[in-house]
């Protein structure tokens, strides 16, 4: 499975970055990422063109960073700038530049052509400026799986009733059909639980005295941001469906990174309509998704560990699985878009 290299990929959170060297791995590329004297983060290869040492073992000297074998130099574009002990640059003395964004306390990485990479393509939400809002920023977990399981998870509300008993679902929606569409390249699944105890997430925030009703609203935007809308309200409240600012409303955003075939960061994190100068609100509603989020993790390492093997048998297909196979369709058009030309010739 290849990846979508036309995109942005939440590199880390802002605070991850400084003065120092930090090595990543996205997409099997080594990279390393550091900030200029004037702040601006840059990302290079994170490998000498001389003898292979990663820069990030280097130092950085002012803008620019210094191999720590025998000093080749590179700037904040990849240019070599100084090979000690003679006066000639070779041409081939230069690392890639990957092109960065940092904006809402995040910073995207582009992985494809330079040229395409528009910073009005990274994901925002209007919400982080409305002050209705407060952002609550979460962990980067490692999962030990490729990314597009972990992609299939979040266009997929029906596992929450079985995987997050404690927190997020609950028997009541168990059977509760999902409803599921597409939107260009986004995958919209949802659904209504109407009239239930609430979860254990809402009776920890909600405060609610009897039952509610529940709503998810996942939107997987290809390929690697999603955004779950959940929240509860009094049922007696009686809310329609874009009233769901009337109860506890919350956005829990997904941006996942594959690190390689086997490995995914997701970078995670909230904004909620309550408690919005309470940080420590913030902190343990965020307890409540490193639970929910550990129950995801070890789901999809098992899945990985199966899928090593080559399988016994077709799949069963049921009908939540039309989110995941939407997204699956709209993950093959962008990686057709992006093949060599020689390639989709070869294919057809
Ligand atoms: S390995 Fe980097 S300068 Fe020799
Ligand atoms: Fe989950």
């Known amino acids: 499975m290849t990846f979508i290299r036309n995109a942005w990929y939440v590199a880390g959170w802002s605070r991850d970055f400084?003065?120092?060297?930090?090595?990543?791995?996205i997409?099997?590329?080594?990279i390393v990422v550091y900030r200029t004297e004037a702040g601006r983060a840059v990302a290079l290869t994170d490998?000498?063109?001389?003898?292979?040492?990663?820069?990030?073992?280097?130092?950085?000297?002012?803008?620019?960073?210094?191999?720590?074998?025998?000093?080749?130099?590179?700037?904040?574009?990849?240019?070599?700038?100084?090979?000690?002990?003679?006066?000639?640059?070779?041409?081939?003395?230069?690392?890639?530049?990957?092109?960065?964004?940092?904006?809402?306390?995040?910073?995207?990485?582009?992985?494809?052509?330079?040229?395409?990479?528009?910073?009005?393509?990274?994901?925002?939400?209007?919400?982080?400026d409305d002050p209705r809002w407060a952002p609550h920023y979460g962990d980067a977990l490692q999962l030990e799986s490729h990314y597009l399981p972990v992609a299939d998870n979040l266009c997929d509300p029906?596992?929450?009733s079985f995987v997050h008993p404690t927190t997020l679902g609950s028997a009541a929606s168990e059977d509760v059909p999902i409803q599921c569409e597409r939107q260009g390249r986004t995958v919209i699944t949802s659904r209504w639980i109407k009239d239930a105890p609430p979860v254990g997430f809402f009776k920890a925030f909600g405060n609610f005295g009897g039952n509610v009703d529940r709503w998810h609203y996942y939107y997987m935007h290809a390929p690697n941001v999603a955004v779950i809308d959940f929240g509860s309200a009094a049922a007696e409240d009686a809310i329609g469906e874009d009233e769901r600012d009337r109860g506890v409303r919350l956005f829990a955003l997904h941006f996942l990174t594959p690190v390689s075939e086997t490995r995914t960061v997701d970078h995670w994190m909230h904004l909620r309509n309550i408690g919005l100068d309470d940080e420590e609100m913030g902190a343990r509603m965020n307890e409540q998704f490193r639970i929910a989020f550990a129950e995801d993790k070890a789901i999809m390492e098992a899945i990985q560990q199966r899928e090593r093997k080559p399988p016994a048998r077709k799949p069963v297909r049921i009908a939540i699985d039309r989110g995941p196979n939407f997204l699956r369709r709209i993950i093959a058009e962008m990686a057709a878009e992006e093949a060599p030309r020689e390639a989709v010739q070869a294919a057809g």
Not at 18 to 25: H, I, Y
Not at 27 to 30: F, I, K, L, R, T
Not at 101 to 108: M, N
Request: hydrophobic share 35%; proline share 8%; net charge negative.
């Open 27 to 30: 997409m099997d590329e080594d």
């Open 158 to 160: 029906a596992h929450v």
């Open 47 to 128: 490998e000498c063109p001389h003898k292979r040492l990663p820069l990030s073992m280097g130092k950085l000297k002012g803008d620019a960073v210094e191999c720590g074998y025998h000093g080749l130099t590179f700037g904040c574009d990849g240019k070599c700038l100084r090979v000690p002990g003679q006066s000639n640059l070779p041409s081939s003395a230069w690392v890639r530049s990957y092109p960065l964004h940092e904006a809402r306390g995040i910073v995207w990485i582009w992985m494809g052509e330079a040229e395409k990479a528009d910073p009005a393509l990274a994901f925002d939400m209007p919400e982080f």
């Open 18 to 25: 400084g003065r120092s060297l930090t090595p990543l791995t």
